[in-house]
Every structure is written in structure tokens, then in C-alpha cells.
Nanobody, 123 residues
């Protein structure tokens, strides 16, 4: 099993950037494809981005392409989510999710979740 811990969320102003991290422990993160999801009280859970086991392939929600970048370093057991030009509607709790058998999607998330990190965008 892998344990996931997110970090990097903060209160920021519109236009600023953040880099969220998802650190794995226990079983090595290289055995898992990883995705980021986000959820706010007013919205259903939303897929943000995913990355394959060794980082060769990434995927993004269409509405978020261009501002979000997912990356990973298996040597550091960490996946990151870079968010640029933050907007108020990016406000949400961001969760990382790992799956060993398939790339996590909104319909079929992986078995392992972190506790989430809060991103708040407000002037």
C-alpha cells in the first residue's frame, strides 16, 4: 500500500502560482499512476490531471489545459501539480489519487487518496 500526503496549498491572490506536492510513502510511488482531483463545497469532484507510472503520458481536464502542469520524480516518490495564473474558481481542496492497475479517472479513481490540501484564491 501507498500513503499519500499532499502539501503546498495556500491562500493566494488571483494571478499568482502554486506548486502542490503529493508525497508517497510505504510502497514506492513508481508502482502507481497518479491523478489530481479537486472539490469545493459548491461543486462535484473534478478531474484535474493525471500522469502515468513513469511520467511518459500526462492528461488534463480540457478547461484547465495551459495553466496546470503535472510532473513526477519517482526517485523522490513525489508528484507535483504546478498551477499558474490562479483564478477564484480554482478555489478547492486538491487531492492526489493513486492507482496501480489503471490511470485514475473521475469514473474509476485509484484505491489510494491523500487527505487533500486547500487552495484559496481571493483578492
Amino acid at each position: 500500500q501507498v500513503k499519500l500526503v499532499e502539501a503546498g496549498g495556500a491562500l493566494v491572490q488571483p494571478g499568482e502560482s502554486l506548486k502542490l506536492s503529493c508525497a508517497g510513502s510505504g510502497r514506492a510511488l513508481r508502482y502507481y499512476a497518479v491523478a489530481w482531483f479537486r472539490q469545493s463545497p459548491a461543486k462535484a469532484r473534478e478531474f484535474v490531471a493525471s500522469i502515468t507510472w513513469h511520467g511518459q503520458v500526462t492528461d488534463y481536464a480540457d478547461s484547465l489545459k495551459g495553466r496546470f502542469t503535472i510532473s513526477r520524480d519517482n526517485g523522490k516518490n513525489t508528484v507535483w501539480l504546478q498551477i499558474n495564473d490562479l483564478r477564484p474558481d480554482d478555489t478547492a481542496t486538491y487531492f492526489c489519487n493513486a492507482g496501480s492497475e489503471q490511470i485514475p479517472t473521475l469514473a474509476t479513481p485509484g484505491d489510494y487518496w491523500g487527505q487533500g490540501t486547500q487552495v484559496t484564491v481571493s483578492s
